[in-house]
């Protein structure tokens, strides 16, 4: 970008921005000290602190981490998270021990939602101003936490939920979920038969029915872009109200991937087109993330063993058309290629 | 102030001096008219500082009064039946972790077949949670026993339900005196948690416990419950000094002490019994009840103190444990376990699904328990001739078809509508 | 223990009226249980309510099955249901209508009852003058003070006034009074 020496300092500075952003190559060192990350800063809280058990390389716990530092810093640490059932309430709390270093409630599986309901109705009784958030992994949200969520959306209930969506249940051994991808391979979709893997279904993508629950604020978002998961979880507790932001958070184990291969494959769900990253406020959406470079899903796919039935003996199943199919879908749909329309 | 006045209104008022902060509320018969009770009184500001939440589910319910309390507020709810067992993993939850939230039961049938009337399945279904289980003979009981309630489960930090017949006691207007503000301000302490969550001293809750620390947690648990069985007498106690009338307790006895036969069984039967009791005592039979308040804890050393004098023991209850017999029966038999010349125990189902339990039937029930009495389970009142013909049927044919239908078929048949 | 059996259909205020007889029992200082015969009745379905009545503590909770006073509120429930079961031979027996009791073939059950305790009273009739609406609940209680005096009837105004506060308890209890009127002058009649 050549031209960046004829521009003004403040122009060439977001011109700068833009390039970095876009090559995600950036240092903290290169951005001003109010736009570094909050994992940047001596003074961030380590709510989830090391030392927990989760596996080499987990998309999870990077999400979890940066996303609960964030609120934290945007809520000057006064803030109650509550868990849902599944993998990152398993690593984080092999008792005696605790990674979390804010006052953390695991219920079950399914309440996550409702449960952060119930404390948020506290707080307010309480004449107190903490905040509240929820967690869970695409299960606990997606399915069987989904009744729950939907009251909780629905009553505009003051709670910030986060689905960690790594698309399946990988606690239990890496079983489908409906947030599970069509054709990819499963404990309980196996790579055999005439339809191997996972069905192609109508499909669920949660942050859409959020959406039409019409709640302040939804955002996607994605370990491979961490200053926008930040930037979109200061937004959102910056709001009170139902809120919710689902993460795209690759799973070595359950999808049969190389653990140094955590940030790139999120980062190719995405210019793929097949996780569209986008913000909604009250129903309407109102940002989506522009693709650069359209990559073809193929190169997402043939990364992880729960696709591999879909390049044997090197001819490409007809099922990765479809799934192409999809990522093109996403696009048209969210308008994902052409001019970046972000400040 | 003493009032006439249905039983789920006079909860409400009890449940609303007990100063919740936390109400979360979902309709199901014939709990609904205590929460749309309670509910009216924050609308219009009776009851302040109260959040009253409608959610999506019972599971939902318990699940926004887990969070609740677990945050230090006072939480409540109330469901029944189906509504009990959609919230069931819950249940178990609120009692693990320690909350000590406090329920109201409509008591309700199970289905299938559905039914909207009242038995004990539904408590019988949760009386392993963890909860404390108990059963109102009145509604002046029920109301003295929720305020108990709000006061057990915060000393105990354990959840407590309070059991009290559907329809028979929650839809039933009658002579209740509800106690004002203060008395009740001056018997129930504020809420003083013993774990919270809390932003300047963050702790966890609810974290995986392996094999090594589980059997010592659930140990604990009992422990805590039979605390229980000392604190309820001391609070009932309490509170009858308090509003100058006996409620409560962990069981009460009624012409037991000559007693050759004891009644036990538990909720507003025991009303019924006492009236026949009256009547068979005129006649000159040695005969008594026992109304056990507390289920849970289960009152081991009591009942056997109370019944091992007796010779024979009738055991009445609104439940069955398919394939076993009365849990209630059960656990009689349990407390009187090892105790030399004990009392033989007759055990017998009645009321379920809401079918009247009548004085007619339950003084031919005490006298055939002395007389000519059963193995087993008796099922009062049971329709023979219907079930006869059924288990007939079913032998007969494979295809038979749902039990239900064809024994409503076969009444209808033996009660055809008149013409016109 | 005096017990009461309201026969009628969903709608017509039967369970209110149990509640509002057990209303007048309490202001007296009485013991007094109201309860309906519990279901999922829909408008129209015939519903059963009970009220007992005495002087200590009623501990009982069995459906009313000897009743001391059935209360009709809709005869068209003859055909459908046996609503005289257990009536006590000195008990009463209220029919709202405007026919007779020989138009309605209750002749023979009339006779079975001591002389003066059965009697009829257009309480529809009346509900619709006063209340402007078919509830004849209020009416019949005013009727059931005059014929069995087991209740005054100003106990019966002060439970239909707590039961309908302002102007909808006025005319409720307008048409108690002219029920109670019509009923205490047909009872005197019949005793003279």
Redesign the interface.
């Known amino acids: 970008m050549t031209q960046a020496k004829t521009l003004q300092p403040e122009e060439a500075r977001q011109k700068l921005k833009f390039y970095q952003k876009g090559t995600f190559t950036v240092g903290n060192r290169l951005v001003s000290e109010e736009e570094r990350s909050v994992q940047a800063s001596e003074d961030r809280s380590n709510a989830l602190t090391s030392g927990h058990r989760a596996c080499q390389g987990c998309g999870e716990a990077l999400g979890a981490r940066y996303a609960i530092d964030a609120a934290m810093r945007a809520t000057d640490s006064d803030l109650i998270a509550v868990n849902a059932t599944g993998c990152l309430e398993v690593f984080t709390t092999p008792y005696p021990e605790t990674s979390w270093q804010l006052p953390w409630l695991h219920s079950l599986f399914g309440n996550a939602a409702a449960v952060a309901t119930g404390v948020a109705a506290a707080m307010r009784v309480k004449k107190k101003k903490t905040r509240v958030i929820a967690q869970g992994g695409d299960g606990g949200t997606t399915d069987i936490g989904f009744q729950c969520l939907s009251g909780m959306f629905e009553r505009n209930d003051d709670v910030l939920y986060i689905c960690y969506d790594n698309e399946g249940y990988m606690n239990t051994g890496v079983q489908r979920s409906s947030a599970t991808p069509p054709a990819a391979r499963t404990a309980t979709t196996p790579a055999v038969g005439p339809s191997p893997g996972n069905v192609f279904g109508t499909g669920k993508f949660l942050p859409k029915i959020a959406v039409a629950h019409n709640i302040p604020y939804v955002a996607t978002a994605t370990v491979a872009d961490l200053h926008d998961l930040e930037r979109k979880v200061v937004k959102a507790m910056s709001i009170h109200g139902a809120r919710y932001i689902q993460i795209n958070v690759p799973c070595p184990l359950g999808w049969g991937a190389a653990s140094c291969d955590t940030i790139k494959l999120a980062r190719l769900a995405v210019e793929s087109g097949l996780y569209p990253i986008f913000e909604a406020e009250h129903g309407r959406v109102t940002q989506a993330r522009k693709i650069r470079k359209q990559v073809p899903v193929r190169e997402y796919l043939i990364l992880q063993k729960r696709f591999a039935h879909l390049f044997r003996d090197g001819v490409d199943d007809p099922r990765v058309a479809r799934l192409q199919a999809i990522c093109d879908a996403h696009i048209a749909e969210y308008g994902l290629l052409g001019e970046d329309n972000e400040v | 102030m003493l009032k006439q006045i249905e039983g789920s209104q006079a909860m409400a008022q009890a449940i609303a001096l007990c100063r919740p902060e936390v109400i979360c509320a979902y309709p199901i018969t014939p709990q609904t008219h205590i929460v749309e009770g309670v509910g009216a009184l924050v609308k219009t500001g009776d009851l302040e500082n109260c959040e009253f939440i409608n959610v999506e589910s019972e599971f939902a319910a318990l699940s926004v009064a887990i969070g609740a309390s677990a945050a230090g507020a006072r939480a409540y709810t109330a469901t029944a039946s189906q509504g009990l067992l959609f919230m069931a993993e819950a249940v178990y939850n609120a009692a693990g972790l320690g909350l000590p939230i406090v329920m109201t039961l409509g008591n309700r049938a199970i289905g299938a077949p559905i039914n909207i009337w009242n038995d004990h399945s539904d408590a019988m279904a949760m009386r392993d949670a963890g909860w404390i289980q108990l059963f109102a003979e009145t509604n002046q009981e029920a109301v003295d026993l929720h305020i108990l309630a709000f006061r057990l489960a915060e000393e105990l930090s354990m959840p407590v339900m309070v059991c009290v017949d559907g329809f028979i006691l929650t839809h039933a207007v009658e002579r209740v005196d509800i106690p004002d503000q203060a008395q009740v301000d001056a018997f129930l302490p504020p809420y003083d948690p013993v774990q919270v969550l809390d932003p300047e001293h963050p702790a966890s809750i609810g974290a995986m416990v392996g094999p090594e620390a589980f059997t010592e947690v659930r140990f604990l648990a009992h422990y805590k419950q039979q605390q229980a069985l000392r604190l309820i007498p001391a609070f009932s106690g309490e509170l009858a000094k308090a509003f100058g009338r006996a409620s409560g307790g962990v069981l009460r006895t009624y012409r037991t002490e000559d007693a050759e036969t004891v009644v036990v069984a538990m909720g507003s039967v025991c009303g019924t019994i006492k009236d026949v009791v009256d009547e068979m005592r005129d006649e000159g039979a040695k005969i008594g009840v026992v109304s056990l308040v507390s289920y849970r804890p289960f009152p081991v050393e009591e009942l056997r103190r109370i019944l091992a004098p007796a010779k024979n023991v009738v055991v009445v209850e609104k439940s069955i444990a398919v394939g076993v017999g009365g849990p209630l029966a059960d656990n009689i038999d349990g407390a009187l376990r090892n105790l030399d010349g004990r009392p033989k125990l007759h055990s017998a189902i009645a009321g379920l699904g809401g079918r009247p339990i009548t004085r007619a039937s339950l003084r031919r029930l005490f006298h055939t328990a002395v007389e000519n009495p059963w193995q087993g389970a008796h099922f009062l009142d049971l329709n023979e001739h219907a079930v006869g013909r059924e288990i007939h049927r079913v032998r007969k044919i494979r295809r038979s078809g749902s039990t239900a239908e064809n024994i409503l078929r076969q009444l209808a048949a033996a009660n055809p509508l008149p013409p016109g | 223990m005096f017990q009461i059996r309201i026969h009628g259909r969903g709608g017509q205020g039967v369970v209110t009226g149990?509640?509002m007889l057990?209303?007048a029992a309490?202001?007296e200082g009485r013991?007094?249980?109201?309860?309906?015969s519990?279901?999922?009745e829909r408008t129209g379905a015939p519903v059963v309510a009970f009220c007992r009545i005495a002087d200590r503590e009623?501990?009982?909770?069995?459906?009313v099955?000897d009743p001391d006073c059935v209360i009709l509120q809709d005869p068209t429930l003859l055909?459908?249901i046996d609503v005289f079961s257990g009536l006590k031979e000195s008990g009463y027996l209220l029919v709202n209508t405007n026919k007779s009791f020989d138009e309605l073939h209750l002749r023979g059950v009339v006779e079975k009852l001591p002389p003066g305790h059965a009697v009829i009273v257009p309480a529809t009739d009346l509900a619709l003058k006063h209340v402007k609406r078919p509830a004849p609940n209020a009416a019949l209680l005013g009727a059931f003070a005059a014929l069995t005096g087991l209740v005054h009837f100003e106990s019966v105004k002060r439970a239909i006034a707590e039961t309908f506060p302002g102007k909808v308890g006025e005319a409720n209890i307008a048409a108690a009074q002219e029920a109670y009127d019509l009923v205490f002058s047909h009872e005197r009649a019949a005793t003279v």
């Open positions: 149990a509640e057990s209303v309490f202001v013991h007094a249980q109201a309860f309906p519990f279901g999922s009623i501990r009982l909770r069995e459906p099955q055909k459908v």
